[in-house]
């Protein structure tokens, strides 16, 4: 029921924009997306309800595919600061949550 | 406003002994979540408290692991006994709604478990 995220690991140089995608085998009621840097507890990013919603803030966004159980986050224009792994967390209609399998992203000078 | 506590942050153990982690949540905030945490994998998630009553539980190893939450507020996880396959950090998360769905999460620092 985990959720499979890709690409595993993704390098950018700063300014450069990146697309990671959150894909489920279960219908979704919402999707969460947070940011883990190394030796740090995950930090949340956003939250995606059912209905096809976008969100964004910065330049940090996200949309979410109800019908095709997708959901992509959108980072434009990185920033050395983005770099760590990023989560998206999956919540079925049996309410219970599974994060993914994780997106290694750095930003290198 | 203070943010999730746990306790202890790192905890060495042999294996088949019992170690137990405590979780402060923010003020307030009805849902408790523990996770575990293996290095290079996203975070498992053990056990999810509304108030005090388990919202789930699935995929808690429940002959060796068990948790509670006592009057809503704080909570405690146990292992016993441990396994070396439970070298982990064990995250504890809390979220300001009633249902995980809807809201974000925050997380408290974890704890660092090694058995050896």
């Known amino acids: 029921q985990q959720p499979v995220q890709s690409p595993q690991a993704v390098i950018l140089r700063e300014g450069e924009d990146a697309v990671i995608n959150c894909s489920s085998s279960k219908a979704l009621y919402s999707v969460h997306w947070y940011r883990q840097k190394h030796g740090e507890a995950p930090v949340f990013l956003m939250i995606?309800?059912?209905?096809?919603e976008q969100k964004g803030h910065d330049k940090i966004s996200a949309s979410f595919n109800e019908k095709k159980q997708q959901s992509s986050l959108y980072l434009t224009a990185s920033q050395l600061s983005y770099s760590g792994t990023y989560f998206c967390?999956?919540?079925?209609?049996?309410?219970?949550?599974?994060f993914g399998t994780g997106t290694s992203l750095t930003v290198i000078p | 406003e203070a943010g999730v506590a746990q306790s202890p942050r790192y905890k060495i153990i042999e294996k088949r002994q019992s170690v137990a982690f405590w979780c402060n949540p923010i003020s307030g905030h009805a849902t408790l979540y523990w996770y575990q945490q293996i290095l290079g994998q996203g975070p498992k998630l053990l056990i999810q408290f509304q108030n005090n009553g388990v919202v789930d539980d699935s995929q808690l190893p429940k002959d060796r692991f068990s948790a509670e939450r006592l009057k809503g507020v704080d909570s405690t996880l146990k292992i016993q006994p441990a396994k070396l396959e439970d070298s982990a950090v064990y995250l504890c998360?809390?979220?300001?709604?009633?249902?995980?769905?809807?809201?974000?999460?925050?997380f408290g620092p974890g704890t660092r478990l090694t058995v050896t």
């Open positions: 967390g999956i919540s079925n209609t049996g309410n219970q949550f599974y």
């Open positions: 998360a809390s979220s300001p709604g009633a249902s995980g769905r809807t809201y974000e999460q925050y």
């Open positions: 995606l309800l059912k209905g096809g």
